[in-house]
């Protein structure tokens, strides 16, 4: 592919599209979550990070590192009309696929009993993660390039329930129930957006939950896991450590928390800095830091959702519903599941959770959504009127503006 043809924008033919600024309350959130998730990895791994490799800023260098990469990320793809994504919306779905199939074919690195990540040297790649991205780009371009034809079974809505399904299971073969969980609530959210039929989406529902359940009753570990969250309290030293730390950390922060950098349970809770960094937030900003996090999430959704519905066409407005859903789904689960609203899943909380992969697929997904937000006005293209003059063979070409012409 020439990559000078695909930044560059095609030659105007007829009206032209004048490209507006992004948004910036979407660019400003989204920075903003940044900075504050790299502080607050700080704050709870330089304990763990002093005791393991007796430097206390190890975690924060390298998320200054992928934070800077992000940032770069997000601003590249922002400045890169999104309607040229659709033509590697194949090639991106293929290479996605290949990385999870790598996971679950016995070429992942297996920690805590999963194998959701694929070394390549000193990084480790976790796939589900893009796969979440990719799957919000093929469907995008599959339900606007189908139009009406989503209301149908056959068309519009078994080929996209099959693609979801495919990753699902893959998902759920690493195993990852968590990015299972968020791949099935955005594929409801785009379906529902893009009008198939409620009869559909329902029985759907409904046989998925009938799977869910079959799923967790058929493996001993899950059950247990089940009845161990049912009993935090009856669990809290083996099954339920986890959870019942993180909500003590919650309970220790109380309205306003202890401050930056006192918590104590980053002492006692596993993954402080990573899936439950919400517990330490909580801790450490109390229920007002909880409810200022919830808000700016909200926040970040409400602007996506603004970008969908001001989308010049259905492929921007679908891919802006989705990213909005990706990331919405995945903060409201992980919360929950620190909060122990929800069993345990081993999902990341975007922009804030200790990482590479999440961060810089984050990054790029809010880059997309800030180019769809960016307002397009059609204006019209200078006319070119060629004139006759003494000499048949010679012309004069004179520019006019719209305006003029018709005066």
């Known amino acids: ?3 000078g ?3 560059r924008k095609p030659p105007a033919a007829g009206p032209v599209m004048k490209v507006g600024e992004v948004d910036p309350v979407l660019a400003a959130v989204v920075i903003a979550l940044i900075g504050f998730g790299t502080v607050m990895i700080y704050s709870a791994s330089a304990i763990e990070a002093t005791v393991r490799f007796h430097d206390p800023e190890y975690y924060l260098k390298r998320q200054l590192a992928f934070a800077g990469i992000a940032l770069a990320v997000m601003w590249v ?3 890169i009309d999104y309607h040229r994504i659709r033509r590697l919306t194949y090639p991106i779905l293929a290479l996605v ?7 679950v074919l016995g070429l992942g690195t297996r920690r805590g009993g999963a194998a959701r990540w694929l070394s390549i040297g000193p990084i480790l790649v976790q796939p589900a993660e893009m796969a979440k991205l990719a799957l919000v780009l093929w469907l995008s371009y599959s339900l606007a390039k189908k139009a009406e034809k989503v209301k149908s079974f056959t068309v519009g809505f078994v080929p996209h329930v099959l693609m979801s399904g495919g990753f699902i299971l893959l998902c759920l073969k690493q195993p990852d129930f968590g990015s299972a969980v968020v791949i099935a609530f955005m594929t409801f959210t785009m379906l ?3 009008g198939a039929r409620i009869s559909f989406l329902v029985g759907a529902a409904i046989i998925a939950a009938g799977v869910a359940v079959k799923l967790v009753t058929s493996k001993a570990y899950r059950w247990a896991r089940v009845l161990a969250f049912l009993d935090i309290a009856g669990h809290r030293q083996d099954l339920a450590y ?3 730390q993180s909500v003590m950390s919650f309970g220790s922060g109380g309205l306003l928390g202890l401050g930056l950098g006192k918590g104590l349970q980053v002492l006692y809770l596993p993954e402080a800095h990573n899936d439950f960094i919400a517990a330490i937030i909580g801790e450490e900003l109390g229920f007002v830091g909880i409810i200022l996090l919830a808000g700016t999430f909200l926040l970040l959704v409400s602007r996506g959702v603004r970008a969908a519905l001001r ?3 259905d492929y921007g407005s679908y891919i802006a519903f989705g990213i909005s859903a990706m990331i919405g789904v995945q903060a409201l689960v992980n919360m929950s ?4 609203i929800l069993p345990t899943k081993g999902l990341t909380l975007p922009f804030i959770s200790y990482g590479g992969s999440s961060l810089l697929v984050n990054a790029a997904a809010a880059g997309v959504l800030l180019n769809i937000s960016r307002e397009r006005v059609q204006v019209e293209a200078p006319q070119t009127v060629p004139l006759s003059v003494d000499r048949p063979e010679a012309s004069v070409t004179v520019v006019t503006a719209a305006e003029e012409g018709s005066a």
């Open 77 to 79: 793809v922002s400045r």
């Open 97 to 103: 696929t290949g990385l999870m199939l790598m996971t």
């Open 1 to 3: 592919m020439n990559l």
């Open 192 to 194: 529902f957006v893009a």
């Open 5 to 7: 043809r695909f930044f």
């Open 242 to 244: 986890q959870p019942f």
């Open 311 to 313: 989308a010049p066409d």
């Open 337 to 340: 599941v620190a909060m122990a």
